[in-house]
């Protein structure tokens, strides 16, 4: 693998919640009203080559959207490092972050949300790159128009509220803003979770083929199998905060590692194969804030053994292109 | 986006979603919804009249209250339709120094709007500045401002607005800063309420990460949508410091009578009511009651075509 573009070193991301003055009073009368700290992200290290759409996978509640913030600037990472072409992402100013690149863009899930309801699209779309003089003044509303007519629209509609389009489309407008900051790497968080499974095709065609042809880098983040499979070069599956398996995306289907990447490929419900009963993962996800000890999923791991409730597993490498974080590949769980 | 495609025809069938909406047809819509109210519909005309009434008062009234000049003490408690030394006929009678009620009562007027409307203006501009940093900062900041602002929701503005008058002494510009302080708070609360709810939504986080300038999300996203209840408060605040403005004024501590506003008309006819001169006080009270019920109506109607759930 050439050099990464994007380069995420041991991150972890904690978010406190404060017990405000009322609850601390209360607190020291009745006890507790102790900060409250949920680790949505441990120890997580990724490195993504330019060019490379690498999916990340995982229930919900398990840090991967977490992630995709932390890379898209709008979380700072409480600690590691999170580099675009060796320089960091974002700086932390006071407990906030301040976001030092515009060439991570992010896309969000709810077109219907990710909108400035009172903003014309030609005007969302124009304002980044107005603002950071990354087209010339003269040029932008030609650019807007060219956008919109990369991503399936006319050139006409920039001049249209939010509210005139549908979920597809408004889809399609949030990729031309976010295409419009002409940025390296593309963060897509369940982009199109909420939208229709016809429009759903449509959105990750017209996302594929700009990917190839602007040779842009994305982290693609989602819940759903298929599609990973489908748009994805390689595929990071999270559990509870830590990076459990990554995997080129072939290898993956073909032959999870993990027990967990398993029992997730086990739970989908396919259609085709004549397999009728699905097997859904025993037991709740535990909560991010209290961690079990050991591995994380040890409690609902049906092949876990003494060491799973007592080691943290260690990410290693099982093959030249994989790697897992598990104790069956890492000398038996004994 | 001028050198876009003028074909709309064409992209309007296209486009399968409601018809082309512009801002010229939602101002048309808003119009028509707001007349299906005839109580409203007349209360906005009275406004226009008293408005156009107040600031043309110089043009239309026989006589300049302030240039005490011209105020002759034969003309002193005339009543109503009595001809004074003027030549003119006395619509609304004299007062005690024998201005002429009608002259005082639009120049009074005037003065009730200016004050009203400035005064609202400000407190709108403070209290959405308040708002809009405790809700898009958060944490210690939140904390601190909003806590000031139920402080103050939780007195009665009226006192408030006495103890500073008293503090900073007799004038307009004192009146006006008064009322912003005992006002800011309800515009600040509602923007609060407004702008924490916008501020979760992801077009903020999509700004954010965009990279664009705290100030720049906070006036150009976050403002625009919480701007439609604060319309209606501000209509609603301006009746109110219209009528607060009075209040101080007629309890004495507002404008002197040689700048007379309503309150301090009304307050200078009192004591006169029990020696069957009514008009001194009457008149003035009228015109402040309707103008804080024409405004109020306003804002109510307001409020009902900006609800969403009446939107058909």
């Known amino acids: ?334 | 986006m001028n050198n876009t495609s003028p074909d709309n025809s064409n992209v309007a069938d296209s486009l399968p979603v409601i018809a082309r909406e512009t801002t010229a047809t939602r101002l048309r819509n808003f119009w028509s919804d707001y007349c299906e109210s005839r109580v409203a519909l007349i209360a906005l005309f009275i406004i226009v009249v008293l408005t156009i009434g107040a600031f043309g008062a110089p043009w239309l009234v026989p006589q300049d209250p302030y240039d005490l000049s011209l105020l002759e003490w034969s003309d002193a408690f005339l009543p109503p339709g009595e001809v004074g030394s003027g030549g003119y006929t006395l619509l609304l009678g004299t007062d005690n120094a024998g201005r002429d009620m009608l002259s005082a009562i639009l120049y009074g007027l005037r003065t009730s709007f200016v004050i009203g409307l400035s005064a609202g203006v400000l407190a709108l501009t403070v209290g959405i500045i308040v708002g809009l940093s405790a809700a898009y900062f958060g944490g210690r900041l939140e904390a601190l401002l909003m806590r000031i602002v139920d402080l103050q929701l939780s007195m009665p503005a009226i006192l408030l607005a006495l103890v500073l008058v008293a503090m900073l002494g007799q004038g307009v510009p004192q009146i006006i800063l008064a009322l912003v302080v005992a006002q800011y708070a309800y515009f600040a609360r509602t923007t609060h309420g407004a702008a924490s709810v916008e501020r979760r939504k992801d077009y903020i986080e999509a700004a954010r990460s965009t990279p664009l300038p705290t100030r720049r999300i906070m006036f150009r996203h976050l403002l625009p949508n919480v701007l439609p209840p604060l319309i209606v408060v501000a209509t609603v605040q301006v009746a109110s410091a219209i009528s607060l403005e009075a209040t101080l004024s007629f309890l004495g501590v507002g404008l002197p009578l040689t700048e007379p506003s309503l309150g301090s008309l009304i307050s200078n006819g009192f004591k006169y009511i029990h020696a069957g001169r009514y008009w001194l006080s009457i008149y003035p009270g009228i015109f402040l009651m309707i103008t804080v019920v024409a405004i109020n109506l306003v804002g109510d109607q307001v409020r009902t075509v900006l609800d969403p759930r009446n939107s058909r």
């Open chain 1, 1 to 334: 693998m050439s050099k990464p573009l994007l380069t995420i070193d041991q991150v972890s991301k904690r978010f406190t919640r404060k017990p405000g003055l009322a609850e601390r009073l209360a607190g020291r009368l009745t006890g507790g009203g102790e900060p409250v700290v949920v680790h949505a992200l441990t120890d997580v290290t990724l490195e993504v080559a330019r060019g490379e759409v690498l999916g990340v996978v995982g229930e919900s509640g398990c840090g991967k959207s977490t992630l995709g913030r932390v890379v898209a600037g709008i979380h700072a990472p409480s600690d590691g490092t999170v580099m675009l072409d060796g320089k960091p992402i974002t700086r932390d100013q006071r407990g906030t972050a301040e976001k030092l690149t515009t060439q991570v863009q992010m896309i969000h899930q709810d077109p219907f949300a990710s909108l400035n309801p009172r903003m014309k699209v030609g005007e969302t779309i124009a304002e980044g790159p107005r603002y950071h003089k990354i087209i010339p003044a003269d040029a932008v509303s030609e650019r807007v128009g060219s956008l919109l007519e990369q991503v399936g629209l006319e050139a006409a509609y920039a001049d249209r509220l939010p509210h005139q389009f549908s979920g597809g489309q408004r889809q399609r407008i949030a990729i031309a803003r976010a295409l419009a900051m002409e940025p390296e790497l593309l963060v897509l968080d369940e982009a199109v979770a909420s939208l229709d499974v016809s429009i759903q095709a449509q959105v990750l065609n017209l996302f594929m083929d700009l990917q190839r042809n602007l040779g842009l880098t994305a982290l693609f983040i989602s819940h759903d199998l298929s599609v990973v499979r489908h748009v994805c070069d390689r595929v990071a599956i999270m559990y509870l905060g830590r990076l459990v398996e990554l995997a080129p995306a072939k290898d993956l289907y073909e032959r999870p590692l993990h027990p967990y990447t398993s029992a997730l490929f086990a739970s989908v419900p396919t259609v085709g194969t004549g397999k009728r009963v699905f097997e859904a993962i025993q037991g709740e996800i535990p909560s991010p804030i209290n961690p079990p000890p050991g591995c994380a999923f040890h409690p609902r791991c049906p092949q876990a053994g003494p060491r799973c409730r007592r080691e943290v597993p260690r990410l290693a490498q099982a093959d030249e292109l994989r790697t897992v974080a598990c104790h069956l590949n890492d000398g038996g769980v004994a």
